[in-house]
């Protein structure tokens, strides 16, 4: 046997094994898995293409019937029981999605799903996709951020601070311009629980105008020296006020001067980095950490769901409470959710997605002037996944020891 031919056979003979390993290293925690007791309230998805479209989730909106749309870096999901997805219709300009990277979700007044792009804006009324790439209208076509607040729609673009729409009139809120906002670039926005104040947070502080007074004027936030350190994020409270927050406090502010310091890194745990935060109407504050979700009632830890509980990575990068009291929280391992215990009742139970008409229309400026336009595809032309996947207590254990084996073997 030549040399050559020897090398190839020890080569072929190592992946065989490795594969084999691997392989059965996979179908071990599997195994486990399916027959270990389901953590109760704790469900499960992995990226795929009939489950969500990617862990790279931006921004989370819900409709008035319970269907929640995920805005990711790999097109549109939208789960109502099981997942929807839509992506950019590469090959044909100027159709579908302007891109696949969905930076912000939010419903409208009239309940038109909105959607910001690295290049753009959209929106879908009547079944018809709506665009607005005109820089004449946005200063900037980065659309990180939407809101809706008091029946008007606030838009966060790039270095150019933010936009107001309403009735098809656009405002520009120029950074350091007569309005009063102080800063170029908005990383969060958040509305008091009426919607008549809106807060704009920054690295250089926070920003709040009345969104009920005309012309608008924003105002620095000032009473507390967290509101003064970069990183700050911004969150509504339902209760009443809103969250402050960075990366080892969180405050809460009800105007005009009531500051109150809800909790700090510390009191969870040494080392604990805050990621996000919602309230329940329950009055229980849920925090996204490095170490899992944390539940904070009373001034004091009520819950903590963590790997060993069900969702298998502490690493809690997002949250988002529906309407149906389910907690969902993203993880660079997965997306899931978690069922609160609380009885609620559901005004508005979720329909078949396959009534929401998807269009293909080339994006046009200006917004809802323009005529309706006939849509040519419709979910029922999606995938759809059958159901979800339960998680269990032990599958934090099991997926370390999957994690464990695979690194003792060759790569």
């Not at 020897?6 to 486990?32: E, H, M, P």
């Not at 105008?209 to 969150?235: C, Y």
Request: aromatic content about 10%; charged content about 15%.
């Amino acid at each position: 046997m030549g040399r050559g031919s020897a090398i190839r056979k020890g080569k072929q003979a190592w992946l065989d094994r490795t594969g084999r390993g691997r392989g059965l290293c996979v179908l071990l925690t599997l195994v486990l898995l399916a027959s270990a007791p389901a953590m109760a309230g704790i469900v499960l998805f992995v990226p795929g293409s009939d489950q969500i479209s990617s862990l790279g989730v931006l921004g989370i909106a819900e409709d008035i019937h319970g269907n929640l749309y995920f805005g990711t870096d790999n097109g549109l999901s939208i789960y109502n029981g099981t997942w929807h997805i839509i992506h950019r219709t590469y090959g044909v300009p100027g159709t579908g999605l302007l891109s696949d990277q969905v930076l912000a979700v939010e419903f409208d007044s009239r309940g038109d799903l909105w959607m910001g792009f690295p290049n753009g804006l959209q929106w879908i009324e009547g079944g018809t996709y709506i665009g607005v790439q005109d820089q004449q209208l946005l200063k900037s076509l980065d659309v990180h951020g939407l809101l809706l607040a008091n029946g008007k729609m606030w838009v966060a673009t790039g270095n150019a601070g933010v936009h107001r729409y309403q009735d098809g009139t656009w405002e520009w809120f120029q950074p350091q311009g007569p309005e009063g906002l102080g800063c170029n670039y908005v990383t969060s926005m958040a509305a008091d629980s009426t919607g008549e104040t809106v807060y704009v947070a920054c690295n250089e502080g926070i920003w709040f105008t009345k969104n009920t007074e005309e012309p608008a004027a924003f105002t620095p936030l000032a009473g507390s020296d967290l509101v003064v350190q970069p990183g700050l994020i911004v969150r509504s409270d339902p209760l009443g006020g809103i969250f402050i927050f960075n990366k080892t406090a969180i405050l809460h502010y009800n105007p005009p001067s009531d500051w109150n310091v809800i909790v700090s890194s510390p009191d969870l745990l040494p080392g604990i980095y805050i990621n996000d935060v919602t309230m329940d109407p329950d009055g229980t504050l849920w925090i996204a950490t490095n170490n899992g979700i944390y539940a904070w009632k009373d001034g004091k830890e009520s819950d903590h769901l963590d790997a060993t509980a069900g969702i298998l990575n502490n690493a809690v990068k997002k949250i988002y409470l529906d309407a149906e009291d389910r907690l969902w929280f993203v993880t660079p391992g997965n997306v899931g959710f978690y069922q609160i215990s609380r009885q609620t009742s559901v005004e508005n139970p979720a329909i078949p997605i396959t009534t929401f008409q998807v269009p293909t229309i080339a994006p046009q400026p200006g917004g809802p002037t323009l005529p309706q336009i006939t849509p040519a595809v419709s979910f029922n032309e999606v995938q759809e996944n059958p159901g979800p996947i339960p998680s269990s207590p032990l599958a934090g254990i099991l997926n370390e020891i999957a994690e464990f084996f695979g690194r003792l073997l060759p790569r």
